[in-house]
């Protein structure tokens, strides 16, 4: 069984169709990239899935059940978490409260305050954040947030994971890093959707790729297939002509 | 780290609070009737300011309702207190508040910022009006005799729907739904995709809170004796739990009920010596501390603390 499926998913925008009439599917315990020119819906689709928005025609579909109509909290405690494109932590909560917090309302099993400080403690040393436990979240740099960020969803325990830029505007070191955090979570049995720009990470960590333009899906397939694709190279680079090579 | 903190410091906390309550709760014995009547309408405020900062505090939605929610429970009063027994009365006057938070929240909690401020206090002139039209047009009698009960019972009345209050927020603080609304003030929609039922839970929250409310208004109604819809619903209620807890700290489990305290007294003090001035003192007062105090009473007290008592801090 897929674990996500969406099948003619529609936004529109006023008169501009965001996601038009886009099919995708992801199985279980792949790194599902999701990439495009900037406007091209990547965040729309992200934000679809995870009911930020509603869609106006077409289903979601996750574990074979439809979820489109769902709201946020309930599509979260169905194992679906999600990162935002600007970091979007609790500033002046501590760094154990942002991601203990997951535990506590995300997960679908009920946990008692010890066992959620004892697991987001696990999931902080999991991302490499257990020594500023205590420190207010709007402390930590850029970077830090990102992966205070990711912890505390994985904390609400996901079987699918919906990275949003978790590598822009980190230096190259921080990338690999944040890599190699990619690759921890897909080794953990969780499967991840990622929007991304950084094109050497989404090339080696992705098992498939969707390419989205103007709202709407060119192409999908290996990393091999995508590099290779006519269409995406087009939409990137330009007409061979006005490319000037 | 916070829970860690709480227990350790519990047994002198602990000790200090069945101190006060002790005082408190003999003082009719001994203290004279002005200093008991004084400090009723002291818990009066402390109870709106605390109630009011149990929802608006933490998840930074500034509601100008409590004069709705007062309101309610003091007509309550008005309607029943010549049929019911004291407690029922206040029973229904807290579940009026409550009643009328939870439809109230379940519309508007929706709205964020100015769009919410504008509608709680909306609220307020709607029902005065509603009410007012009603008994003109409908019911026939404008105003209601409401009688009057021993100054001590009010007092005492007061001082357990107070003891209710902090027990309450105390517990709300400690559990995982503090944490929660505390995460709905700093980014509502991210605290909606950690599977919080980010309205469920603020009208809950809010619906509580206006339970004190409309059982600290039941028992207020009493001292007034006469009702009509215009004391019942006073709009200085809306405003005065705002700037109290302001001024206490908001952040700060007792700075409403020390800014509530310090304002009550502030109030009956000025309103004998200056009473053609006192709002304008008042004014000069709230402005100053704004701007020199934005933590609050209690936030500059710990500040100072601090500094005092240096490294012995870090220590605790």
């Known amino acids: ?245 | 780290m916070d829970i860690i903190k709480a227990v350790s410091k519990k047994p002198f906390e602990l000790g200090f609070l069945l101190f006060i309550l002790i005082v408190l709760a003999t003082l009719p014995l001994y203290a004279p009737e002005y200093a008991v009547v004084l400090l009723t309408s002291i818990l009066m405020y402390i109870i709106i300011t605390v109630s009011w900062t149990m929802f608006s505090g933490p998840t930074g939605y500034i509601s100008l309702a409590p004069a709705a929610f007062f309101g309610i429970g003091v007509y309550t009063s008005a309607l029943l207190a010549l049929v019911l027994p004291l407690p029922v009365v206040i029973g229904i006057g807290g579940l009026a508040g409550f009643c009328l938070a939870l439809l109230v929240g379940a519309l508007t909690l929706r709205l964020r910022g100015i769009y919410f401020v504008m509608f709680t206090f909306g609220l307020v002139e709607l029902l005065l009006h509603f009410i007012l039209w009603w008994e003109v047009n409908i019911s026939g009698t404008t105003g209601r005799v409401v009688p009057t009960v021993a100054n001590a019972t009010v007092y005492y009345i007061l001082l357990i729907i107070f003891s209710l209050l902090m027990l309450t927020t105390y517990l709300l603080r400690n559990s995982k739904f503090g944490i929660a609304l505390q995460s709905i003030g700093e980014f509502e929609e991210a605290a909606a995709h950690r599977g919080i039922n980010v309205n469920v839970l603020k009208t809950i929250i809010f619906a509580i809170s206006a339970l004190f409310m409309g059982a600290a208004g039941a028992i207020m109604a009493t001292r007034w004796t006469y009702i009509d819809p215009k004391i019942a619903f006073n709009p200085l209620i809306s405003f005065m739990p705002v700037l109290m807890a302001i001024f206490g700290g908001i952040r700060y489990l007792y700075g409403p009920v020390i800014g509530a305290a310090f304002f009550a007294y502030v109030e009956e003090f000025l309103i004998t010596r200056f009473p053609y001035h006192y709002m304008l003192i008042f004014g000069v007062i709230m402005l100053v501390a704004i701007l020199y105090m934005p933590d609050g009473l209690v936030g500059l007290i710990q500040k100072l603390w601090k500094r005092t008592s240096g490294e012995t801090d870090a220590v605790t």
Not at chain 1, 118 to 143: H, M
């Open chain 1, 1 to 245: 069984m897929r674990l996500l499926e969406g099948q003619g998913v529609t936004k529109y925008f006023g008169g501009l169709a965001a996601v038009f009439e886009v099919d995708f599917h992801v199985d279980p315990g792949e790194v599902f990239g999701l990439i495009g020119p900037n406007g091209a819906g990547k965040t729309t689709l992200f934000n679809l899935i995870s009911a930020a928005l509603t869609p106006k025609s077409g289903a979601i579909k996750f574990k074979g059940k439809n979820i489109t109509g769902l709201k946020p909290h309930q599509i979260c405690r169905m194992g679906v978490a999600r990162t935002f494109q600007t970091v979007k932590i609790f500033a002046n909560m501590s760094v154990l409260d942002n991601v203990a917090l997951g535990a506590l309302f995300g997960a679908s099993a009920r946990l008692s305050s010890a066992d959620a400080e004892r697991q987001a403690t696990a999931l902080l040393e999991f991302v490499g954040l257990s020594t500023q436990k205590a420190a207010p979240a709007k402390d930590l740099t850029l970077a830090n947030q990102k992966r205070l960020e990711v912890a505390g969803a994985l904390a609400t325990q996901p079987e699918l994971l919906l990275l949003d830029e978790i590598m822009a505007g980190l230096n190259p070191a921080e990338v690999a890093q944040a890599m190699e955090l990619v690759a921890r979570i897909r080794d953990r049995g969780i499967t991840i959707i990622m929007i991304e720009h950084v094109m050497k990470a989404i090339m080696s960590v992705c098992d498939r790729i969707m390419v989205l333009h103007h709202g709407q899906k060119i192409a999908d397939g290996t990393p091999q297939e995508i590099a290779n694709s006519k269409t995406v190279i087009k939409v990137y680079l330009g007409e061979k002509a006005d490319a000037g090579s």
